[in-house]
């Protein structure tokens, strides 16, 4: 364990928990009846073997044994989750609202709505404004399209209802949903406290820490969260399922930035992630952060290269043989795998020995299209630079012209 773990759960450890302190002056009558009638709902399903006793509660009864109320005192878990929209005072200058943004392809806003408490009702409201399209695609084996939403239901309410549990509300800040054409984007203040969404997806258990340990009980109680672990596990798989693309976590700036995406980016790539027995979900993950052109972990990177799932230099991978064989993207593979430097530079030399002297603008072009699909342009310059310094060194060219306009002829 780094020293940054300790200190974050030291800190965690011993940080007063904000969402359990009770409100001076709130009553029973600043909470929603709707929100409280739903609450009992969910507990009762959860807790299937209370709930002939659940019936004989009253309302305090009830929030009591729920863990929203202390001793039938309103605490700040009680006015996010259930309170009055009016009653939102009581947490002041804290904020309990969901701003949900409908954007187009260019980025540009179309919609917007906020949502205040009680938070177990704005979870609902928001998920209706969400405008879950079908998606199709050919499966393998039939001519008949698979059509499917484009976000499983249970994504988008665990994504929402982890920012509300996780929100940092001594920030004094909204939880943000942003709709694009193709993927759903989830912000909430704060650190994330496990450190890293590969740590949660591997040990696939309870988080022994939370910033908002009595809010967070409280919405297990009320079937919002499941904090027996499990439910970003639980969005990776839904999403290798679908064939998706895996959601991606931003812990930078301070907020946890979670997006969902709503298609395929390679068929038959995905289809064979989703589908091969031999690769783990840990495995997945990794080789997604390829696809995608992010940046892998040192031990990513050495795992990846034991089982020959990767080739190419830091940063730019790309998939390895043995992948590219099972998805079909043979092409792809030798577009990204480089010829032997020999290739190269008897290539240089071949083509001068036919046209006498090339300048410099033709010796890129004859390469350009040959050089590795990763290298970006001034990685192809540079390539060809390294290659004609090694023919002059060896006595095989020289530049008749200048260094600005050069024309490569053979000694």
């Known amino acids: 364990m780094n020293l940054e773990e300790i200190e974050r759960i030291r800190a965690q450890a011993t940080t007063e928990d904000w969402s359990a302190a009770t409100v001076r002056d709130a009553t029973i009558a600043d909470l929603d009846e709707e929100a409280i009638a739903l609450a009992r709902k969910n507990y009762k399903n959860k807790f299937l073997e209370k709930a002939s006793e659940l019936d004989l509660w009253d309302d305090i009864t009830f929030l009591n044994k729920a863990k929203i109320t202390i001793k039938g005192k309103i605490t700040r878990t009680a006015i996010i989750l259930l309170g009055r929209e009016e009653s939102e005072h009581f947490i002041n200058p804290a904020e309990a609202k969901v701003r949900w943004l409908l954007k187009d392809a260019n980025g540009n806003d179309k919609d917007y709505a906020i949502f205040g408490c009680p938070m177990i009702l704005a979870v609902d409201k928001v998920y209706a404004k969400i405008r879950n399209l079908k998606y199709r695609y050919i499966k393998d084996g039939t001519l008949f399209p698979e059509e499917v939403n484009q976000y499983e239901p249970y994504s988008i309410r665990e994504a929402l209802n982890n920012c509300i549990a996780h929100q940092d ?29 590969e740590k949660v997806v591997k040990e696939d258990a309870p988080e022994e820490h939370y910033r908002n340990r009595f809010l967070a009980a409280a919405m297990f109680n009320l079937k919002m969260v499941d904090t027996a672990g499990g439910g970003i596990k639980k969005i990776f798989n839904f999403q290798r399922e679908r064939f998706f693309p895996m959601p991606d976590y931003d812990l930078s700036g301070g907020k946890v930035k979670v997006t969902i995406a709503g298609k395929i980016l390679e068929m038959e790539y995905a289809r064979m992630l989703a589908r091969n027995n031999d690769l783990t979900l840990e495995e997945i993950i990794m080789l997604d952060k390829v696809q995608k052109k992010k940046v892998l972990t040192d031990l990513e990177e050495k795992h990846l290269r034991s089982k020959r799932l990767i080739e190419g230099r830091k940063p730019n991978y790309f998939i390895g043989l043995k992948v590219a064989e099972k998805t079909g993207q043979k092409a792809t593979y030798s577009k990204n795998k480089a ?56 006595g095989k060219l ?13 000694v």
């Open 169 to 197: 509300y001594t920030k004094h800040g909204r939880i943000n949903v942003v709709e694009m054409d193709d993927q759903l984007i989830f912000t909430n203040l704060g650190s994330f406290i496990p450190g890293s969404v």
């Open 339 to 394: 010829f032997d430097k020999k290739y190269y530079l008897d290539l240089i030399e071949k083509a001068i020995r036919e046209h006498k002297s090339l300048e410099r603008s033709e010796i890129d072009e004859l390469l350009w299209n040959k050089l590795p699909d990763w290298m970006n342009d001034n990685q192809k310059k540079n390539k060809v630079g390294n290659l004609l310094s090694e023919l002059r060194m060896k």
């Open 398 to 410: 020289e530049n008749r012209g200048t260094s600005k306009n050069p024309r490569w002829h053979l």
